[in-house]
Nanobody, 114 residues
Framework: VQLQASGGGRVQPGGSLRLSCAAS????????MGWYRQAPGKQRELVAV???????NYADSVKGRFTISRDNAKNTVYLQMNSLKPEDTAVYYC?????????WGQGTLVTVSS
């Protein structure tokens, strides 16, 4: 499975960004896709994930600000990020999980700064 992420960039506090990640290769119908992030000097952490059934899970720090969604026909997951804060600055990694296997995208940098 290959993951291609896009949509990172620089934005001012309070702004919005939308990340996209398309999966290709041997895709199983039952899977979980999502986003993790890693800030400088910190461990990678979960941001949000969504199953193929649409069940979601969010980190407490992003609830009410970020929305994860997916298009199963396109094997693509999206992360709409609103009301961004400087502490959201990190490299965001797309993740695909199925059959006890994890796959990771290359990471996209999100910088929230004035």
């Amino acid at each position: 499975v290959q993951l291609q992420a896009s949509g990172g960039g620089r934005v001012q506090p309070g702004g919005s960004l939308r990340l996209s990640c398309a999966a290709s290769g041997r895709i199983f119908s039952i899977n979980t896709m999502g986003w993790y992030r890693q800030a400088p000097g910190k461990q990678r952490e979960l941001v949000a994930v969504i199953t193929n059934f649409g069940t979601t899970n969010y980190a407490d720090s992003v609830k009410g600000r970020f929305t994860i969604s997916r298009d199963n026909a396109k094997n693509t997951v999206y992360l709409q990020m609103n009301s961004l804060k400087p502490e959201d600055t990190a490299v965001y990694y797309c993740n695909y999980y199925s059959g006890d296997k994890d796959y990771w995208g290359q990471g996209t940098l999100v910088t929230v700064s004035s």
